[in-house]
């Protein structure tokens, strides 16, 4: 087999040839692409993030863009009238919200409105598309959850910069739509399975939807971390690091995978990481839900209050910029029960309310992180036999995922210690977890 490294360039080559460059920025222009999107669908924008920015565009997406103090509403028109491009993303998630119309609207008559403005819609579950958008041609993503690639990512590449395909890019692009179908199941069935090696294998790949974006190589190592082999994830994604320098989400897993190896310098070198991410502005949820859960990490070593607090500030940071983000929401509540005060265990019932509200009450079928958030709702309102079956539902949709399992009991654990049960509700919420170790307290 030929390796990524060796093939990778001239793979690379054979794609850009198909793929268009960015326009030159004109007099008041600063941004090539302007993304717009609802927070639940942060993860998969943040992958179209890198692989713009992999092409050499200018983007705007206003989790990295815009800072504290910022007046959004002005910043977010100015960006939009210095872009060449808008693209819409939406989800069956987002178009029960006033957002979408009011988004369309605006970036349709901007593009009715500024000379050579380009608008591209995107769905990203195939969900009905809006009647107000209706007569506007868009892009159908339902086939990549996980990231833009192959041929659906070849015509977003033409439609920001106002061209259409040729022949032999269409047929390239349908090429590629088959190529990326098949590497996105090969390695769903494989985590299914619980086999790492196949998803190593996978990941070295030497196929041209492998080597252009990180996505499909991203999606690989969550798969490893999420089976528990941490130490393959690290090697793994420092490959996809130097591969994709430009790259965001390969950095946060690459420190996601650190954090849960903990060996030797393994929690300074992923802080260091999302430390100087956060610090260039890259303030998307997901960032700053790795980076509290370092300062998480650092104070179960020194026991320090102070870095509780900090892990528990950054983490309803992230909430507040994505209120529909129950990962972050749930965390800022668990981290507020740890504070242990009066005032922080009023702040974490407010914030296990919110995220009940996204996720509800009962389990989601073939989603183990939502299912298990329901769960610790559940266990933080010390409904311990509810918090116990919800718990059993999760583990039980996603068996071979030990690592996933062992990153909720360890909140798990650490809630139990602190809101002290009884033995017996103790033992009750432990049954789930029997074939883990309890991890430090």
């Known amino acids: 087999m030929t390796s990524m490294s060796s093939a990778g360039p001239s793979l690379q080559n054979e794609w850009l040839k198909h793929a268009p460059p960015p326009r030159p920025l004109g007099p008041g222009e600063k941004w090539n692409v302007f993304l717009s999107y609802r927070s639940i669908n942060r993860a998969w924008v943040l992958n179209l993030y890198d692989v713009l920015c992999q092409h050499g565009h200018h983007v ?19 960006a939009l009238q210095a872009s ?17 119309l009011k988004e369309y609207a605006t970036l349709e008559g901007l593009s009715e409105k500024k000379k050579g403005f380009q608008f591209i819609p995107i769905s990203l579950d195939g969900s009905e598309v809006p009647l107000f958008a209706g007569n506007r041609i868009h892009l159908d993503f339902r086939t990549y959850p996980d990231g833009p690639n192959g041929g659906e990512l070849m015509r977003l590449l033409h439609a920001v910069v106002g061209q259409t395909l040729s022949f032999e890019s269409a047929k390239f692009a349908d090429e590629q739509d088959e190529e990326a179908r098949r590497a996105g199941a090969e390695i769903a069935a494989a985590v299914h399975r619980g086999n790492a090696d196949r998803l190593v294998h996978l990941a ?12 499909l190589a991203s999606k690989a190592a969550e798969g ?6 941490n130490d393959a994830a690290v090697l793994l994604l420092k490959g996809i690091c130097k591969r994709f320098p430009r790259a965001v989400r390969p950095k946060q897993l690459y420190a ?5 190896r903990a060996e030797g310098t393994d929690l300074d070198d992923a802080q260091e990481i999302l430390g100087v991410l956060y610090e260039e502005g890259q303030r998307d949820s997901e960032t700053v839900l790795f980076y509290a859960r370092s300062w998480m990490d650092s104070y179960v070593k020194s026991n320090n209050g102070f870095e509780l607090k900090r892990s528990r500030d950054l983490y309803v940071e992230a909430f507040n910029r994505a209120p529909d983000d129950y990962a972050t929401g749930i965390n800022a509540a668990a ?21 009940e509200q996204i996720v509800g009450n009962k389990p989601h079928p073939n989603d183990y992180w939502k299912t ?15 918090a116990a079956r919800i718990f059993d539902e999760a583990v039980s949709m996603a068996p071979k995922e030990i690592g996933s399992h062992q990153s909720t009991w360890t909140q798990v654990y650490r809630l139990v210690e602190k809101l002290q049960p009884t033995i017996n509700e103790r033992a009750t919420v432990r049954s789930t977890f029997l074939h883990l170790p309890d991890p430090p307290s």
């Not at 705007?60 to 100015?78: M, S, V, Y």
């Open 372 to 386: 298990a958030a329901v769960g610790l709702v559940f266990l933080i309102r010390r409904d311990y036999v509810a």
């Open 224 to 229: 490893l971390l999420s089976l528990g082999k």
């Open 256 to 260: 996601s995978a650190l954090l849960r």
């Open 84 to 100: 060449q491009a808008g693209v819409l993303i939406w989800s069956d998630a987002a178009t029960e919200s006033d957002w979408v």
């Open 335 to 355: 981290k507020s029960v740890l504070m242990g005060s009066a005032e922080d265990l009023k702040a974490a019932e407010v914030y296990a309310a919110r995220v």
């Open 60 to 78: 705007f997406i206003d989790q990295c863009a815009l800072k504290p103090g910022d007046e959004l509403l002005l910043r977010l028109q100015d």
């Open 204 to 215: 070295e790949q030497a196929d041209i939807v492998w080597v252009t974006s990180p996505v």
